[in-house]
């Protein structure tokens, strides 16, 4: 079954819509990817899905219970969340605090330690610093504990938005072999990426948005030998 | 005679700190300036005041009644007034504007209730004893107002830095969205806020009550514009900041009165004002702050 079922998601800020009428779902176990241009509305469909917009039509259901214009920490507590853009890491606490946030809804001592340690073996580098202050990391250090926040939630949906943007390539690298492992062990992820070959490369399926619109979709193998898809965003 | 003056500016400077505690915590987590700020101040010293002398209560309880009381007229203040305009981004300046009309209104309306002369409390709540240590005389209405000041600076570094909710309220301040996404609730952790520094201002409503024994409603007027002073020179959401700019406040208002002019001590308050802005923006002792992307 689906583990997230959007129809007719429209979200406007003021007159423009930025998404106009979306249907997408995502499958129990799939990575889905969502690529296109910037402005074509890919990140403000990650926001309106975890409530940091309000839609203005549509429907979401997340395993089959409406979500639709929740605010965030309630859907939150239903399982998905979300790593934003520019991956928004509580920079003046430390990497041990920003990870503590990260479990605030885990009520069990146990759970939340043993969450922590998956975390700190998943990336290395966030064990040595767990006493640093976070906004003195690396970008791409940062965005490990962006990812490392959110797992600690034990997310049951992860919204990722550009978690490749702005970092070196071999952070790049370690982080899509970082969503493939999350994807083998049974994470359901939907992936927003400018970089698109490298999405492609992880995904099941893809949606291509241009100007708040699905203009092509498919399993990611079939999107990414499309035409179009080669000439606009995979640059050959 | 000059320990004397430092003992009585330190306990002094104590409330300011209290008054400002709250004023920086309201800042540096809602980011708002809020003005009604001042009024919980009069209003804890009001409560305090009502329940000593209606219901006869001795100060120990009729202090942290005052102090819970005046924080809940911060958090039904707070979502009247600015609930509306955080949930639109409204710009600064309109609620600092909401703010100074909505204190202004209160202030008056206070006086037309309760009068504008200057009340004390009853006889019977402080003796006035004082203790006596090496010459230097210190009453039991300024024991009580460090042994407060102490239990509440202590009990908010407490709940910020070493309890959950604390960490909650740090994230929080930091980062809004972020702190939702997580599965904290902004709007109960607003209103726990708010809670918090209208009882700080409340506590120290009454402890400014009891040490001058003067109660009236514009009191907190005053107190605001010190409470500028201080979270300025402690640098704005500075915890420990606002701790010892409002000690240095406190000290130098007091020698400023006792060895110049008792009328000056407000304008040597703004001097340093003015002379912390003009050469650290940032306050005193306030980090600059650099963020990364």
Known sequence: ?236 | MFAQQIVNGVLLGATYALFALGFTLMFGVLRVVNLVYGFYFSAGAFMALGLTRGFGLPIWLALPLAAVGSGLVAVVIDALLLTRLRRVNAPELASLMVTLGAVLALYSAMTVALGPDIRRFPPQVLSGQAVELAGIRITDAQILILAVTAVLVGGLVALMRLSRLGLAIRAMAERPDAAGLMGIDTGRAAALVSFLSGSLAGAGGVLIGLNFNAIQPYMGEAMMLRGFVVIIVGGMGDIGGAVIAGLLLGVVEVLTAGYVASDLKEAVAFAILVIVLWTRPQGLFGRAQVRRA
């Open chain 1, 1 to 236: 079954m689906s583990r997230l079922d959007i129809s007719g998601l429209t979200v406007a800020y003021g007159r423009t819509e930025a998404v106009r009428g979306l249907d997408l779902s995502v499958a129990q176990g799939q990575v889905v990817c969502l690529i296109g241009a910037n402005g074509a509305g890919k990140t403000t469909t990650l926001r309106a899905l975890s409530g940091l917009v309000r839609p203005r039509a549509g429907r979401v259901l997340l395993d089959g219970a409406d979500i639709t214009g929740l605010r965030p920490h309630r859907i939150a507590a239903r399982g998905l969340l979300h790593v934003p853009e520019g991956r928004q890491i509580f920079a003046e606490l430390t990497v041990e605090e920003n990870l503590a946030v990260g479990a605030w809804l885990v009520r069990d001592a146990a759970e939340i330690a043993r969450r922590r340690d998956s975390v700190l073996t998943r990336f290395p580098r966030l064990r040595e610093r767990l006493h640093q202050h976070a906004g003195s990391m690396s970008g791409g250090e940062q965005q490990m504990l962006a990812l490392g926040r959110a797992l600690m939630g034990g997310p049951s949906l992860l919204l990722l938005d550009e978690p490749s943007m702005g970092l070196a390539p071999l952070f790049v690298e370690e982080i899509f072999a970082i969503i493939a492992a999350l994807k083998a062990e049974g994470t359901t992820i939907l992936l927003v990426e400018q970089n698109a070959s490298a999405a492609l490369d992880v995904a099941d399926y893809a949606y291509v948005l241009e100007t708040g619109r699905v203009v092509l979709q498919g399993p990611a193998a079939e999107v990414a030998n499309d035409p179009a898809v080669v000439a606009a965003y995979l640059g050959v």
